[in-house]
């Protein structure tokens, strides 16, 4: 991947600042925040709060002469992922995609079923759409997040597991609108802002951008832009700026993020906090000046009321004289200047000319009498804090000192003259450092070079991974870079979201090493598998997973003594092999892709089962032979239908997988409808009818491609309790007098359970 290393980006902002006016910009790996998502999703399975159970149809626009409907039933979203493909510095919208990982879908024309096919983990399409990113302030029990809502009405939606635009828009729309009714579930934090007490981090607004290593690259960074309280909002780089990729790509390393704070910011929330917190933020008034920035930005606080007490001093000594004072106050606003901070781009000043009496007592070291004297003293306080890296070259601290300045730091007002020359001056030093040393020790309680890094680990991604700063530096701003961290300790479960073959074996573990319980809970299957105390793992077996190609199984680990938890997602397989389509209809000539997807990695075998010269179609493979176009036959005179069974079979594995084709030869006159209202559980009524009329007597019925269940004489369908299969195709024959032998079919969805309600939907 093309990008920096850190010692190139360190040299690009040695000296110049490249944060562009904002206080804050934060750089997230795209990459780490997918994974983030991925472990994020196992924790919503856990709750109930994942997207799932979506079912509806919508209606396929401008389709002139026939309707064409997708009928969607108990389908189920995996966790958004990220790509940064289309990247911008400017705009907030990210390319997210969503695969379907569970679930059915009908197609049919004029209520006629078309397609048949059931989703999976290994070959679910995918929903892919452009979602602006967006930040919430924090409010009353909610902290400031950056969130990826999919319900939002500026997001649009894609549903790829369609063969033409109109379908794939229409597809969007629905699958935003059973999002919206969602709700909140539908609202993904990407990242969290937690109040940390200090008032200058206080994060108050943040703008979304985003940027690649090279253009037109699915690898990236999400960037938000923030502005602090006091603080001011920037400009976005423009996308052909030459803006370099923040994320270093030094080998071998494990960077994550990549954060700037502003010079301006981490002076003021290191030194600043000091005042406010030792003369009370109430007695301050913030300085704001609008410059070239958005809004105004606070370039100082002046002090409006206040005091400082310095306490008493008891022992002070210097090379012939040991001194005491009691306490006394000065006050922040009485004097020749104010008490007041300028907020400079790379430091803050601290300006204060200030006065008071003080009671002084000294003597010689050799003495018992003390002389006296209650003097008034004038203070001139200049201070400058600024944020340096150390000397090491390992990390920055924070440094205070006085300016160099021709005037006096302490003058005395009212010292007696008979006071003599050395005398004053002692006196004056003393008084100064009791002042000066009062002042620093109070400020140093709250005074921090440290602002930064708090921000960072209050930062949290896809609610529970904080940031942790492996290297910082001072070039010009404040900058960090390193991985997301799990929580100090936190346990996590090993491997984490793995799959497995019905029936087959896992071990898991926990990191770090602690003695835990697991337990398990079938999201999808009636039977989640076993587990023993040691963590070896065994899948369900085939025959128990239902109808599903796949199933979810949630993994939980639990620390008796503790009580922390963790989770993580086995996906269980039936088979290693698996058809996206179960069965489709065509014409004569026409043509239906077909499409496969296995575990293994090596070429796939296709082929049409006892193929009839003259009727069958043919296959086309890709390179991949993980697609085949089928090509249908021409007409076929005498018949109403052709029916192909086409195969697809991994070596490796000997495992095969069927796909089904239809091929109508012409309408039929003998229409079937599945009456379930009438109906036991189990079993569903076909009912035939000519020209509306039902046919009562004389049909003969039939299930092709030897289904699964079957159908008496008089329509009855019984279904298989123990059939994995997802559909059935109903075949009857019809001898009406006078126009001759009549043949109709009809596509039953199974399970029973859910045909009743995807037929309710169907128009036919």
């Known amino acids: 991947m093309a990008g920096f290393s850190l010692e190139e980006l360190l040299g690009w902002m040695q000296g110049t600042s490249r944060i562009n006016d904002w ?11 997918n994974t983030a998502l991925r472990d994020q999703h196992a924790t919503r399975l856990s709750l109930g709060n994942a997207l799932r159970g979506i079912s509806g149809s919508f209606e396929i626009p401008d389709t002139p002469g026939v309707m064409v409907q997708y009928h969607l039933n108990d389908c189920a979203l995996d966790y958004p992922v990220l790509s940064f493909a289309q990247a911008s510095y400017v705009s907030n919208n990210l390319s997210v995609s969503l695969q379907l990982s569970g679930g059915q879908k009908i197609i049919t024309h004029d209520g006629a079923v078309r397609s ?33 809502d999919l319900a939002q009405e500026g997001a649009v939606f894609q549903f790829m597991d369609a063969d033409t635009q109109n379908e794939r828009d229409a597809g969007g729309h629905f699958f935003k609108q059973q999002l919206q009714a969602l709700g909140e579930r539908s609202s993904y934090p990407l990242v969290g802002f937690a109040d940390q007490g200090n008032p200058f981090m206080h994060l108050e607004r943040v703008e979304i951008g985003s940027q690649s ?25 423009s996308n052909d700026s030459g803006y370099k990729y923040l994320i270093p790509n030094d080998p071998g390393q494990d960077y994550e993020f990549a954060a700037q704070f502003s010079a301006s910011l981490v002076s003021r929330a290191g030194f600043a906090v000091a005042l406010l917190d030792t003369f009370g933020a109430d007695n301050f008034e913030f300085v704001h000046q609008r410059g070239r920035a958005r809004r105004a930005r606070a370039t100082g606080i002046r002090a409006k009321a206040g005091a400082f007490s310095v306490p008493p001093v008891n022992q002070y000594k210097d090379d012939r004289y040991e001194y005491r004072s009691e306490a006394f106050e000065l006050s922040a606003t009485q004097g020749d200047t104010p008490l007041s901070a300028d907020f400079e781009e790379t430091r803050v000043v601290q300006h204060w000319q200030t006065r008071g009496t003080v009671k002084v007592e000294y003597r010689l070291q050799s003495d018992t009498s003390w002389t006296t004297y209650t003097v008034e003293f004038s203070w001139r306080l200049e201070q400058v804090f600024q944020l340096v890296n150390d000397e090491f070259g390992a990390g920055v601290e924070g440094e205070v000192f006085v300016p160099q300045s021709r005037e006096p730091d302490v003058v005395p007002i009212d010292l007696p003259d008979n006071v003599s020359a050395d005398m004053r001056q002692r006196i004056v030093a003393f008084v100064g450092h009791i002042v000066k040393t ?34 910082i530096a001072m070039p010009r701003d404040y900058v960090a870079f390193g991985p997301f961290a799990s929580p100090s300790g936190a346990l996590r479960i090993v491997p984490a979201n793995p799959s497995v073959l019905a029936g087959g ?18 999201l999808d299957a009636s039977n989640a598998g076993t587990i023993d105390a040691q963590g070896n793992y065994r899948a369900p077996p085939r025959h128990t997973l239902g109808a599903r190609p796949s199933v979810q199984v949630l993994l939980r680990a639990e620390d008796p003594q503790s009580r922390e938890s963790c989770v993580t997602i086995i996906t269980v397989l039936r088979q290693a092999l698996g058809v996206l389509t179960d069965i489709q209809v065509c014409n004569p000539g026409g043509q239906v892709e077909l499409a496969a997807y296995s575990q293994g990695d090596g070429p796939l075998e296709w082929q049409i089962e006892n193929p009839v010269e003259g009727e069958s179609g043919t296959l086309d493979l890709d390179e991949t032979s993980r697609h085949c176009t089928y090509t249908a036959a021409g007409p076929v005179a005498g018949k109403t239908y052709v029916l192909d069974e086409v195969s697809v079979t991994d070596p490796a594995s000997g495992e095969t997988a069927s796909s089904h084709v239809v091929v109508l030869q012409r309408t039929s006159l003998l229409h079937i409808s599945a009456d379930f209202a009438g109906s036991t559980p189990g079993s569903v009524q076909l009912q035939a009818s000519l020209n509306g009329v039902p046919v009562e007597l004389g049909v003969e019925w039939g299930i092709g491609f030897a289904g699964p269940g079957t159908i008496d004489s008089q329509g009855l369908y019984r279904a298989d309790a123990e059939s994995t299969a997802h559909f059935a195709l109903i075949t009857a024959v019809f001898n009406a007098p006078v126009i001759g032998t009549l043949e109709g079919y009809f596509i039953l969805p199974l399970p029973l359970a859910n045909a009743a309600k995807v037929l309710g939907r169907l128009r036919r």
């Not at 440290?450 to 492996?470: C, I, K, R, W, Y």
């Open 23 to 33: 206080d804050h910009l934060l750089a997230l790996s795209g990459r780490a925040l």
């Open 116 to 148: 048949l096919g059931t989703y999976s983990l290994l070959d679910g399409p995918r929903l892919e759409g452009v979602v602006p990113i967006t930040f919430r302030a924090a409010s009353a029990g909610q902290e400031a997040q950056v969130v990826c």
């Open 213 to 237: 290593p090279e253009p037109g690259s699915e690898e990236g960074a999400l960037l938000l832009y923030s502005t602090m309280a006091h603080g001011q909002a920037g400009h976005k780089p």
């Open 438 to 471: 009062a002042l620093l020790e109070r400020y140093s309680t709250s005074m921090t070079a440290e602002a930064a890094p708090v921000f960072l680990e209050h930062t949290d991604v896809a609610d529970s991974l904080p940031l942790q700063p492996s290297m």
């Open 505 to 522: 074996r896992l071990e898991f573990s926990v990191e770090p090493q602690r003695s835990v319980v697991y337990s398990l809970d079938n």
